[in-house]
């Protein structure tokens, strides 16, 4: 009977020491605590009570940063969440050189985001946001680098300014606004003025040019029978008509 004992041991260690290794998995394997080989993906065996295999997902990971308040260089308190991107180069590193390496790459975050952040002013924050996610990135993927992680990129989602700080860039953007206006508005009438003094330059130099426009202009309007509608007769006609009254007296 001994021996169905034997086989049903080799059953039982042969079958529980069966493991699948999915593609985008690393197996870290211990031998008695010590580290002896990582497994690539596929059907992997390991001697089950002396050995024991991580699997590790190699796969890139997005993971929130909370939001986290943070002082500018020009000391205005605003709120800044961001999303961290890394994937693990080398499973035994990860396994080896760091306990829980999501948790460490979020807090390394954070504290490159507050440093960087407590180093611009306002204006660049708002206006370097990808600048600004670059040197984050940068900072956390030098520091993670050594546990095998590569971080690939950090996107900053929100910047949360107080309540007093939008209410001035609101007015201060509607100020700007209005001084545009006033400016497109002004240069729009120094350019009419400019055509109506080259048209009447032009109607000028032309006899009774005036008149024709004003006859015209006359010609075009259709004013309401019950309204009265007065015209202002150009100085040349009254030239005219005087001139005509000249030559009439002396033919007297």
Known sequence: MWYWVLIFIFVVFGLGGLRVINQYERGVVLTLGKYTGTYTPGLRWILIIIQRMIKVDMRITTMDVPRQE?????????????????????????????????????????????????GVELDTLLTERERIASDIKRVVDTETAPWGI???????????LPAAMKRAMAAQAETERERRAIIIKAEGEVKAAENLRKAAEILSSVPGGLSLRTLGTIDKLQPDPSKTV???????????????????????
């Open 70 to 118: 943070a002082i500018t260089k020009d000391n205005v308190p605003v709120g800044v969440n961001a999303v961290v991107y890394f994937k693990v180069d080398r499973a035994e590193d990860a396994v080896l050189k760091v306990e829980n390496y999501p948790y460490a790459v979020s807090q390394y975050a954070l504290a490159a985001l507050r440093d960087i952040i407590g």
């Open 150 to 160: 590569d971080v690939t990129a950090i996107k900053m989602q929100d910047i949360e």
């Open 230 to 252: 007065l015209f202002a007769l150009p100085v040349e006609i009254f030239d005219g008509l005087k001139s005509l009254a000249e030559a009439r007296k002396k033919k007297e």
